[in-house]
């Protein structure tokens, strides 16, 4: 089929609820993907940062395809060579603390299992979210979401689920009381622009709920495995969450999430409370165990640090010489770039120069590329953002 045979079946076919861009992607290596007509693009977009040690990893492919000649489905009633050595990979990057795991098909199915444990572990109802969350659009996940815009068209919702304003101690220490089931919260949103919590609210955090005997759940579904600089973000605080969610590039583009807790909290779980049907098969496992040698062999949680700051100190030069960029703000390559306009024209000029980028929000740029990213297509990136930034102040009068 042709691109516009593709789009057509899929506009036709496809449930609308995606906001399509005018591209057919057909093939990706690294940080590069290409179209259906060999068409090359940068990518910071990642797949929403599904691709962090870059697409077509060569170390993820050859552990799916000797998978593959074994056994592809395993429920998880049985026992699998595959799940126990990626169940043992987990352990080599997790908090020591944090030795049971979960394992599921994505971040929201991650969020839906931790707020299930909090509420058996505890035996409470209220469960804590931010404003400015986002977890995932399941019911549960969608309860401790922040927009309106995603929760309003599907209430009632679960009961019992309060919203503290990001980063405001006072108000979270006298939320945080003895009906408190859980507490939860990413340490950097990205839906909402980029905004990270300070070390005083996280250890606010950890303080209320250890006060109460609530627990701590935080969502490092796009901060974790080296996204910001450090393995997990949390670790920059130097706080430990009693249930740690992680997904999106767990398994190197395969759909896989991870719900991380202590034996004493998991052992809360009865048999039977939270199961599926594929978390946890042997093909995903084999490229989950693939994806975290290939982040330990290739140093990616420095390299993250490292190619952020060059990523970093670009966009700070660009800020500099274009008055429509308000803030630049992140870390490691989870970077949002804050406009003083709309972003939707700036998208779509970078993505006819070459080069793919995420929203957050209605006037901010997320870039989440691949950790594998080299410095000459950061540069390339940067150079592409500045004439799409021209361009852009040049048709509103702005300079």
């Not at 627990?215 to 997990?232: H, P």
């Not at 395969?254 to 199961?275: C, E, N, W, Y």
């Amino acid at each position: 089929m042709d691109s516009r045979e593709v789009m057509g079946v899929e506009d036709s076919h496809l449930a609308p609820v995606y906001k399509k861009f005018q591209v057919v992607l057909s093939k990706g290596s690294g940080s590069v993907v290409w179209d259906q007509n060999g068409r090359e693009y940068i990518d910071c977009m990642a797949g929403y940062g599904v691709a962090l040690v870059g697409h077509s990893n060569p170390h993820v492919r050859k552990a799916i395809n000797q998978q593959l000649e074994k056994i592809t489905t395993c429920h998880g009633s049985f026992y699998n060579e595959a799940r126990s050595e990626a169940l043992l990979a987990l352990d080599r990057i997790c908090p020591p603390n944090l030795r049971n795991y979960f394992l599921c098909n994505s971040g929201a199915e991650t969020i839906e299992a931790a707020l299930k444990l909090a509420r058996r572990a505890t035996g409470r109802k209220k469960l804590i979210a931010m404003t400015g969350s986002y977890h995932g659009k399941t019911m549960g996940a969608l309860s401790t979401t922040w927009s309106r815009r995603y929760r309003d068209p599907f209430g009632p919702l679960l009961p019992q689920v309060e919203f503290v304003p990001f980063g405001n101690v006072g108000i979270l220490r006298e939320k945080v009381d003895e009906t408190t089931a859980g507490v939860l919260l990413e340490p950097i949103q990205g839906e909402s622009g980029i905004h990270s919590a300070s070390e005083e609210f996280m250890l606010e955090a950890r303080k209320s709920c250890d006060k109460v005997g609530s627990l701590l759940i935080l969502d490092e579904i796009q901060t974790g495995l080296g996204r910001t600089g450090d393995m997990w973000a949390h670790q920059a605080y130097g706080v430990t969450p009693d249930i740690l969610c992680s997904a999106k590039g767990l398994a190197g583009g395969l759909p896989a999430g991870a719900m991380i807790t202590s034996q004493k909290v998991a052992s809360s779980f009865r048999t039977g409370d939270h199961t599926t049907t594929v978390g946890g098969s042997p093909v995903v496992c084999a490229a989950l165990k693939a994806t975290l040698e290939f982040i330990e062999k290739e140093n990616l949680v420095g390299r993250a640090k490292e190619m952020g700051g060059i990523f970093f100190d670009g966009l700070e030069n660009l800020k500099a010489k274009h008055s429509a960029i308000r803030e630049v703000r992140g870390k490691g390559l989870l970077i949002g770039l804050e406009t003083r306009f709309d972003i939707r024209d700036i998208l779509l000029s970078c993505m006819r120069r070459g080069l793919l980028l995420l929203y957050s929000g209605r006037n901010v740029l997320r870039f989440l590329p691949p950790l594998v990213i080299e410095p000459t297509q950061i540069k390339k990136a940067l150079a592409i953002l500045d004439k799409a930034f021209g361009e852009a102040e040049g048709n509103m009068g702005i300079g």
